[in-house]
C-alpha cells in the first residue's frame, strides 16, 4: 500500500483543520476534519477489501528474443464481492489502463512488455494497480508469471561469409531415396531395379532380396567458434 500525492495532501488538510479546530473551537473545521479523514478511511478500507481477492496471471509467447516488445495475455479474476474499479497493469516504464471489473467475474487483457536481456528471466515487475476511491492510495498486486528463457537478440547478416573454419558435407535425407548411404534390405518387388539385389544376402536367405538406400538432399555446415 502506498499513499498517493492527493493522500498526503489530504493527511495534511486532516492536520490542519484538527490543529485550527482545537485551537478555535470551530465546529466548522470539526467537521471538515471528520469528513475528510472518513474518505481516507474508507478509500482505505474500500482499497484493502476490494483488492484482497484478486488475481492474475500472465501468459508468454512461445518464442521471446532480447530487445523484442511482446504482447503478454492476462487474465484477472476477482473473487472478491466488491467490484473493482480504474485497474492498471505496471511496469517499471509503463503504464496500461484496464478498466473495471465487476464482482466475481474476470477479465483478460493484453499487455506489452519489453525484455531486454536474454537468459533465464523472472519478471517481477509486472503488478496489477488499484487505487479507486479518490485515488488517495495506490495498492499493488503482482501478476504471476513464470519463468522464461528469452532467446538471444536476432541479427540480420549481410554480404558473403567470412568464416574460414567451415566444413560442408552432404547428409542423408530421412527417407528412402537413390543415395549412397545404405538405407535398408527388402524383399524384392516386382519393378525394382535388378541392379539393387544383394544376391549374397539373397543366397543366404533363400528369397530375393534388394536394397534401399537413403536420399542425399543439401548440405550440413559445420561453424567451430572459439573465445566466449
Known amino acids: 500500500m502506498k499513499i498517493t500525492p492527493v493522500g498526503k495532501a489530504a493527511l495534511l488538510l486532516i492536520f490542519l483543520t484538527l490543529w485550527n479546530a482545537v485551537n478555535g473551537g470551530l465546529n466548522t473545521l470539526y467537521m471538515v476534519y471528520s469528513a475528510v479523514a472518513s474518505a481516507l478511511l474508507f478509500s482505505l478500507l474500500w482499497l484493502w477489501l476490494s483488492s484482497a481477492l484478486i488475481e492474475a496471471e500472465a501468459t508468454l509467447p512461445d518464442q521471446i528474443f532480447a530487445g523484442d516488445s511482446v504482447i503478454l495475455k492476462v487474465k484477472i479474476r476477482n473473487r472478491s464481492p466488491l467490484p473493482a474499479f480504474g485497474i492498471a497493469a505496471v ?21 506489452p512488455y519489453r525484455f531486454t536481456r536474454r537468459g533465464i528471466t523472472d519478471v517481477t515487475d509486472l503488478c496489477l494497480e488499484l487505487s479507486f ?5 495506490v495498492k499493488r498486486r503482482a501478476i504471476a508469471v513464470k519463468r522464461t528463457a528469452v532467446l538471444p537478440r536476432l541479427i540480420q547478416i549481410s554480404g558473403k561469409p567470412r568464416m574460414q573454419e567451415a566444413a560442408s558435407e552432404e547428409v542423408p535425407k530421412r527417407g528412402r531415396g537413390m543415395g549412397d548411404e545404405l ?46
Open 91 to 111: 511496469t517499471r516504464s509503463t503504464r496500461t489502463p484496464l478498466g473495471d471489473i465487476g464482482s466475481r467475474s474476470s477479465l483478460e487483457a493484453a499487455i
Open 183 to 228: 538405407w535398408g534390405i527388402r524383399e524384392f518387388r516386382p519393378g525394382d531395379d535388378l541392379r539393387l539385389i544383394s544376391w549374397k544376402l539373397s543366397a543366404k536367405a533363400g528369397r530375393t532380396l534388394v536394397r534401399e538406400f537413403a536420399d542425399m538432399v543439401g548440405d550440413r555446415v559445420t561453424v567451430r567458434a572459439q573465445g566466449r
Open 133 to 137: 476511491p479518490f485515488n488517495l492510495f
